[in-house]
């Protein structure tokens, strides 16, 4: 199952002077419903749902509101690097949150939905097409009941910030950043990539949106396809971000998150919460990515409860930050020896004292009587150090064990971020990952916050890259 690897960008927050003066609507959603190919236009949504929706998404910053420098990191688009036609770009810290799910499903499409072997090499057409798929799965696995139906979060008519809303000077600055233009549409019709905050701020951006539903998996994926400019222009990250939650409910997400006062994107930094992550990837923001629920002094904590499509390792587990045991897959019986060793060396070390040895093959069910204990540790421990080794003690008990794992496998690594890639080149790192034994003699290659991640899944992983230098997670 692919995984991929993810680390998050940063920024600050803060309202402006004038709506906190005008006390403007936060949004203006107008709202239209598609019922069996009728549209009809709503009045617009209750404005404390609007505030709902900006409180759920930015929260309450004690400096006030949201500022322009936050607002302008996560307002760009789905955008392809030039250099990597299957990669997505990232302009500045922040919207990884999004963007690093949204890659990691469009690349499991690509490679395990299409006949062509070459899956770096695509058409415009082709990244169109992966795109739209991509962000309809996301929406689906989302949607909290299919009766309620798929929100997406556009411009309302006639007020794209590339209308004559905006001035002559800000749209020629603007169009340095645009796309070329496909034959079918209009250089008029063509959204730019990227927006400073100057030009369209927070609260601008808020009063133009327009809500629409369907109600069919068949009619979303045709308005997914159809607002394909809308997902690669300005902002396009966050009106999926907006569509996203909307199909899922306001309420259901307060429901899931830990803490209902902790808002998706981090108040601080800018970055995108675990909760918002897990429902990108999962369906449900949980805070947790432990398997199931948890019970802590009489507090229910909420973690993942089925296997996704695509997953993440997180380096914080290397850190000891949190555990993982199983979001990947089942454990063989050696990789459940492994754990239960592991529970007794909390220090991974390698080794536990020899008096645990019979609480650990206790815990394995393995036969525990004292005499057969003795002469297990006479075995593995025969200079008498009073030590038992993880190596020997599996060698023992699981010696024809196959994980299923290859000796080795290739290896790719991805980070939009354009400053964090070799020449500034957003592209694929390859390189070769092996999977050493415990008993093989350890080929030391870099110890990079890379191999870090991976080590949480792979113990005695080693990383051999095809460049000179290692990749940045950064």
Avoid at 173 to 192: A, C, I, V, W
Avoid at 217 to 227: F, M, Q
């Amino acid at each position: 199952m692919p995984q991929v690897h993810t680390a998050l960008g940063s920024g600050v927050l803060r309202f402006g002077r004038d709506f906190i003066k005008n006390r403007q609507p936060l949004l203006s959603l107008h709202e239209s419903r598609t019922e069996e190919g009728v549209t009809k236009d709503l009045k617009p949504i209750m404005s404390e749902l609007n505030k709902e929706m900006v409180d759920l998404v930015w929260g309450k910053p004690s400096g006030g509101g949201v500022s322009t420098s936050i607002f302008r990191r996560w307002s760009q688009g789905f955008v392809f690097s030039e250099h990597e036609q299957t990669a997505l770009k990232q302009f500045e810290g922040g919207p990884c949150a999004v963007i690093a799910p949204v890659q990691a499903f469009l690349l499991k499409n690509i490679l395990f939905n299409r006949e062509n072997s070459t899956w770096r090499q695509m058409s415009e057409e082709d990244q169109k097409m992966a795109l739209c798929s991509t962000l309809s799965e996301i929406l689906e696995s989302a949607c909290a009941s299919p009766s309620t139906g798929f929100c997406f979060v556009t411009w309302a008519k006639g007020q794209s910030p590339y209308t004559s809303t905006l001035s002559k000077t800000q749209t020629q600055s603007q169009t340095q950043d645009m796309p070329r233009p496909e034959s079918s549409q209009s250089p008029q019709e063509q959204q730019p990539t990227a927006l400073a905050a100057e030009d369209l701020g927070f609260e601008q951006f808020h009063s133009v949106l327009h809500k629409r539903t369907v109600l069919s998996v068949s009619d979303l994926r045709e308005e997914v396809l159809s607002l394909y400019q809308s997902w690669r222009g300005c902002c396009g990250v966050l009106l999926f971000l907006y569509s996203v939650i909307l199909t899922k409910g306001i309420e259901n997400i307060r429901n899931e998150i830990q803490d209902p006062t902790e808002p998706l994107i981090d108040p601080i930094h800018g970055h995108g919460s675990q909760s918002l992550v897990n429902l990108l990837i999962t369906g449900h923001a949980v805070s947790n990515v432990w398997d199931g629920d948890r019970e802590c002094s009489g507090m229910k904590l909420h973690g993942i409860h089925k296997q996704a499509s695509v997953g993440f390792l997180t380096l914080m587990e290397s850190l000891r930050y949190c555990k993982e045991m199983s979001l990947v897959g089942p454990e063989s019986p050696s990789e459940q020896a492994r754990r239960v060793f592991q529970s007794f060396d909390p220090e991974d070390n390698g080794f536990i004292p020899e008096s645990l040895l019979e609480d650990v093959m206790k815990a394995l069910d393995l036969v525990s009587e004292p005499e057969y204990v003795s002469l297990v540790k006479s075995k593995l421990d025969p200079e008498s150090l009073g030590i038992i080794l993880l190596g020997p003690f599996l060698l023992e008990f699981f010696p024809d064990q196959d994980s299923g794992i290859p000796d080795s496998f290739p290896v790719y690594h991805y980070n939009g971020l354009k400053q964090s890639n070799h020449k500034e080149r957003v592209e694929y790192v390859e390189g070769t990952a092996l999977v050493l034994g415990f008993e093989d003699p350890m080929v030391r290659t870099d110890d990079t916050p890379v191999k870090r991640c991976l080590q949480t899944k792979w113990p005695y992983i080693e990383l051999l890259w095809a460049t000179n230098l290692s990749p940045s997670m950064n």
